[in-house]
């Protein structure tokens, strides 16, 4: 087996989601699909709500922000004196949706809303999230040996809680110290690693980023945090020059660390 040495001042580890922790598969095959399928329903159902309207908005101002894209679907502005027709409002907003995902955007208002939309999945037992089979003992362990770990996903938090609390393996929020999402910034910017590290109280040497993709742990490693890129079943795959520029692991059972038996 191969074997990563961490190195001594890594006192942190963050973890990225999709590809990481979990399938893609999941995430393309589940829950993307559920929110495509549900989220017209999903928009009739709480339109009237203010927290269905602040995602709204949030999508409003972002389809604004993407007015200069191709293929932007745009978002019309509420006139404010309850006069528009919601119908109208609502399929606007199903394919901006739409659109947004076709792409695999990641901006806080899509990711907000597909939050918002499986809650009531994962909190009526419909869906139960996948870990890979090495991550949750290899956490368990880390932690023992005094580590601390974060997530980091362009999932929101929200998601991210749901996704550890109702899980294959059960609830295992509790493992995790803390949650990042694209409010602190883009996992492709490096200004949001040091920014993580300011908020854990950190400096960004203490910290060892898994991702599965090479944006995000080159942005990672430019703001001086340390990377591992995780391949996994299903993954992109690697250029030669990422394989051997960056350290790879295809399980967390091949992290060494120093301070653990
Ligand atoms: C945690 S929510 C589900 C995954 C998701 O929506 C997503 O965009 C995952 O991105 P990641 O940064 O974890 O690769
Ligand atoms: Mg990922």
New binding site residues.
């Given amino acids: 087996m191969v074997v990563l040495s961490v190195p001594a001042e890594v006192t942190v580890i963050l973890l ?5 922790t ?1 399938p893609i598969a999941f ?1 393309k095959d589940i ?2 699909p559920y929110v495509k399928e549900n989220v017209e329903e999903y928009l009739q159902a709480h339109w009237e709500e203010e927290e269905c309207q602040q995602d709204v908005r949030l999508l409003r101002k972002q389809a604004e922000e993407d007015s200069h894209l191709d293929g932007a679907v745009p978002i019309p502005a509420a006139s404010g004196n309850g006069a528009d027709d919601p119908q109208w409002m609502i399929q606007a907003v199903v394919d901006n949706v739409y659109w947004q995902m076709s792409l ?1 955007r ?1 901006t806080t208002a899509l ?1 907000q809303l ?2 918002h939309m ?1 809650r009531a999945a994962f909190k009526a037992g419909h869906m139960k999230a996948e870990f890979f089979e090495d991550v949750v003992p290899a956490v368990r362990k880390w932690r023992e040996a005094g580590m601390k770990v974060y997530v ?5 938090v929200e ?2 809680k749901l ?1 550890f609390g109702h899980s294959t393996e059960g609830d295992i929020l509790e493992l995790v110290d803390g949650h990042f999402d694209t409010k602190i910034g883009h ?1 492709v910017e490096s200004e949001s690693y040091q920014k993580i590290a300011s908020s854990i109280g950190c400096s960004t040497n203490n910290i060892l980023f898994l ?3 090479s944006r ?1 742990a080159s942005a990672a490693e430019e703001a001086g945090v340390h990377v591992a890129v995780v391949v996994r079943p299903g993954n992109a795959g690697l250029t030669d020059d990422e394989k051997t520029h960056f350290s790879l692991i295809t399980s967390f059972s091949e992290l060494y660390l120093p301070s653990s038996t």
């Avoid at 990225?16 to 990481?20: A, H, L, R, S, V």
């Avoid at 980091?152 to 929101?156: A, I, K, M, V």
């Fill in positions: 990225d989601i999709e590809g990481t979990t995430v829950l993307f695999d990641k990711k597909q939050g499986w980091y996903s362009s999932g929101s998601a991210q996704l996992k991702t599965d993709v995000e």
